[in-house]
């Protein structure tokens, strides 16, 4: 899962494995850090597995070192300001509006329309996670059913350093205790791989060599079960969430993440709070790197 980059262009690969598809994020010059091209290419890939009755496990990874370093905010393939044919709900194109409708409309579609949609893909989905899980790169693994980590993977949501309270799939209290969520955001600090298995974020931490054939392993496992089983239990499971408040809970934070970028435009910078990608890598410990971005 993470042979170096084929000479495709694509930001995604899929391959099948059996009962298994394996979706890799392929930008790994710049941490898989998801512009929009990335975001509907990974729509595609699910869907293409969700339709695909040989499939009965979809593992989520990442191409290099990192997973997913977030949301693109400084690449030269950042396309927040184009287009693209909407699938996650009903907003209309964000691209020739202005100010919050802009972002209001784009976000509802591309971050929190889009994780939605795939939490609900009647599959069992497997992260499979190296390096960096950061930001948007959170809201790709907390998707997911299960979460598999290598050793070296990190995670972290920094964005209150933005003056924003949350990426905008807020999961937070709900993958993690409330009182750690609190100290995960308040901090922005990783929380390393064995940290969240102790808080119940992942499932497996595995030496850093093996993440891919573990994770494989464990997925051909369940592929093992009956499909409309796995499927009864996927939502069973999420159901039970969203009675303890995580789809209502999204809502509201939802609209608390729009009120700090409209907060900051009027205060600060920019809509981000005048942080940039070398801002948050020199408070995260890192040194900036021109080909890698992401939050």
């Known amino acids: 899962m993470s042979a170096a980059r084929t000479a495709s262009t694509e930001p995604v690969r899929y391959t099948r494995r059996g009962p298994v598809a394996v979706v890799t994020m392929d930008r790994p010059d710049h941490r898989n850090a998801q512009n929009s091209a990335m975001t509907y290419a990974l729509d595609r890939a699910f869907y293409r597995a969700a339709d695909d009755d ?134 922005g600090d990783r929380m390393d791989a064995r940290r969240a298995y102790e808080v119940g974020m992942v499932n497996r931490v595995v030496p850093t060599g093996e993440l891919a054939e573990r994770t494989m392993e464990l997925a051909a496992r369940i592929a093992e079960m009956p499909r409309m089983g796995l499927a009864l239990a996927k939502r069973a499971v999420n159901q039970a969430e ?7 809970g999204m809502d509201s934070v939802f609209g608390l993440h729009h009120l700090a970028h409209a907060h900051n435009a009027e205060t600060a910078a920019d809509a981000l709070g005048g942080v940039d990608l070398r801002a948050m890598l020199r408070h995260s410990g890192e040194r900036p790197h021109p080909r890698k971005a992401g939050a």
């Open 54 to 187: 040989e499939v009965k496990v979809v593992v989520l990874a990442g191409a290099g070192k990192h997973f997913s370093a977030g949301h693109d905010i400084g690449t030269p393939e950042r396309d927040a300001h184009l287009p693209f044919d909407r699938r996650a709900g009903l907003w209309w194109d964000h691209s020739d509006k202005r100010g919050a409708e802009s972002r209001f409309a784009r976000e509802s579609e591309v971050y929190l329309g889009m994780c939605r949609r795939w939490r609900e893909l009647p599959k069992p989905m497997v992260a499979s996670v190296q390096g960096a899980c950061v930001a948007g790169g959170l809201m790709l693994a907390w998707v997911c059913d299960l979460i598999v980590a290598a050793e070296d993977a990190f995670f972290a949501d920094p964005v209150v350093r933005m003056g924003i309270p949350g990426v905008e799939y807020f999961a937070h209290p709900w993958v993690m205790p409330p009182r750690v969520a609190k100290e995960f955001l308040y901090t």
């Open 242 to 248: 969203d009675l303890q408040g995580l789809h209502t």
